[in-house]
Each structure stands twice: as C-alpha cells, then as structure tokens.
C-alpha cells in the first residue's frame, strides 16, 4: 500500500498493518527505544519512509501541521567545529521560535539514513544535516523528499539546500598566503577523506599548486585530532625540504606545532603553519597559529534561517549559500630560511 492510497495521512496503526508489528512495537521505533531487534527496526523504517507517515508530537501540530521542531544530524564526535555548528543552530532556533531535536550518527550509509529517519518520524517541520553525505546522499535525499533540509556539509549534489563556507577558497587563501611569502611549494595535512570539506580543500590545494606551476607533495592525512597532526607533524619535522605546512584544522595544527618544537624545528624561522576554522586557542597557541577563519555560529543561524524560509514557504529555492572565508595571519607564518 501506499502513501497516495492514504488521503488523510497514514496513521501509527497503518505503519504497524503494514510492517506486520504491533502498535506497541512502532511506537518503540519512534522513539528509538533498545529493545527492539534490529531487522524489526529496518522494516518499520522502511515502511513509514514508503508510507511517508510522519508522527504530530503536539497539540500545535494537530491545529497547524506543524510542530515548531527543528531536526539536526551531527557527528558523535568531540570535534569544536561540529559543536560549535550546533550550538548556532540551537540559538538560531531559539530565536525563530523553534525548539531543536538533535540526532548523532557514525559515519556509515546506514548509521545516517537511521538517524535521519529518526527525525522524520519524530514529526520535526524540518531538519539541518550536519554530517558528511558523500557516500549516503543518494539515500538521504529519498529519504527527505517530502521535508524541508538544509545541508551543512558541502555536498555538491546538495547544492540549493547548502549553507555553509566555502571550503575551496579556504584552501586557495592559506596555500597562496605561503607561495607569496616565497615558499617553493606547500605540504598538506589533510582531513579524513570521508569527509567533504576534507576533500574539498585537497583538491583546492593541489589545484592552487598546479595552477602556480608548483610541485604537489603527497598529502598526509589526519583525523581532525591533534594527535593525528602530532604524529604527521613527526612525519614533516624529519624532512629538511619541509618549510610550509598547511593543515585542514586547527585542532590538527596544534598537534604540528608541537611535534616541531620537540624535534627542534623552529616554527616560523624553519617552518611556516597555517590551519584552518579560526577556533578560539588558535590565537593563544606558541607561536600564535595563522589560520582561515569560518564563523561555525553563523553558519548554524544561517541554516535555521534558510530552513524556516523553506517550512513557511515549500516551494522556495534558491542557490547555494556559502560565504567567504577570511585569512587571519599570526605568527605562525614567515619566509621561508633562505629568503629570510
């Protein structure tokens, strides 16, 4: 059966007809409850995705169709820039009139599609992912068809639902920054290459390289943690070719910096850092980290925005929203030795 056959909107009871489960057992899955098997779970998700059942958790609901409930997707991850994305989206609820109901997910297909599942079927009026899609978008935009979403990420295929900054220009800011101050050429630390923005600055760099007739070191790649900066800075801090460093976060450069100074690499007389986001210790770090600022608040505020234009108005569209990054230059950056 399907959601057309329903002309008054498919009820809890027809997901539970049709799921062959009792209403006990939808209602569990609704509100993600543990002890229900996981093959029961995927089937009643898919049945309420094919009936496009979706739950009115509020009196308000049942007079206007609306909950005044924003849906986020994030990460489980302990990563600033993700938290402080969040954080904008809860303010720029709040002051919309909305309330946030927010999900987290690991980074597998099916972890998203479960979790943004979950949000449909809590009844939010809209949802903001911010989350990587690149493997899962293909199952995700099924999924939202039939509910305003706004995408955080990047993902190209994506593009009138994105608000975020844009990540190709951060890289092109931090690699020209170095070659103009007279580095030969320009190492990278990359992002986990699951990730969009990751990749976007990959490519960035290497392009920005390629397009100043430079030559393009094999990238590192990192975990966003400073750990995974440390142990790649251990890496660069052995190579006496190494003279600039640019490094896709500035939890990531952190870790850099350290390993330098432990194997007695002067930074910025022997090395020059750049990071990336602009986070609160980039200006406190030894010596103080130049970086490219994006302002995660805003961007969490812009989305809310975008989203409820979207939920008063479903048949708005518009282009992609990305703003400009800006480079903020600190201490952590000079010529290199033999141009000093």
Do not use: C
Not at 310 to 320: C, E, M, Y
Not at 322 to 332: D, I, Q, Y
């Amino acid at each position: 059966m399907s959601a057309q056959q329903y002309t008054r909107g498919p009820s809890m009871r027809d997901v539970a007809t049709a799921a062959g489960v009792s209403a006990q057992t939808i209602s569990r899955v609704l509100n993600d409850h543990p002890n229900v098997q996981e093959s029961t779970r995927r089937r009643v998700l898919a049945v309420v995705e094919e009936l496009g059942y979706r739950r009115n958790n509020t009196a308000r609901a049942l007079v206007t169709g609306r909950s005044k409930t924003i849906g986020v997707l994030t990460l489980a991850t302990s990563n600033y820039s993700k938290a402080a994305l969040a954080l904008g989206v809860e303010l720029g609820a709040r002051e919309m009139g909305y309330t946030v109901n927010a999900v987290t997910s690991d980074l597998t297909v099916q972890g998203l599609t479960d979790a943004v599942s979950r949000l449909v079927l809590q009844g939010v009026d809209g949802i903001v992912i911010a989350a990587p899609l690149q493997e899962a978008t293909e199952q995700i935009s099924k999924i939202t068809a039939r509910i305003p979403t706004i995408n955080t990420d990047g993902s190209s295929s994506m593009g009138e639902g994105m608000v975020g900054v844009d990540q190709d220009m951060a890289a092109v800011l931090a690699t020209k920054h170095l070659l103009e101050l007279g580095h030969k050429t320009v190492w990278h630390v990359a992002g986990p290459a699951e990730w969009s923005d990751a990749a976007s600055r990959l490519n960035s760099w290497r392009r920005t390289l390629q397009e100043a007739g430079r030559e393009v070191p094999p990238e590192l790649n990192g975990d966003w943690s400073p750990e995974s900066g440390y142990h790649n800075g251990l890496i660069l801090g052995r190579m006496p070719e190494v003279t600039a460093i640019l490094v896709a976060s500035d939890e990531m450069a952190f870790g850099v910096l350290r390993a330098l100074n432990e194997l007695g690499r002067r930074v910025p007389e022997d090395i020059s850092v750049v990071g990336i986001d602009d986070i609160d210790l980039a200006a406190f770090a030894n010596p103080p980290l130049t970086t490219v600022r994006q302002s995660f608040e805003d961007t969490g505020r812009r989305a809310v925005l975008r989203l409820v234009a979207q939920i008063t108005d479903p048949s708005l569209g518009s282009a992609p929203d990305l703003v400009a990054p800006t480079l903020v230059v600190r201490g952590s950056t000079a010529p290199p030795p033999a141009a000093s």
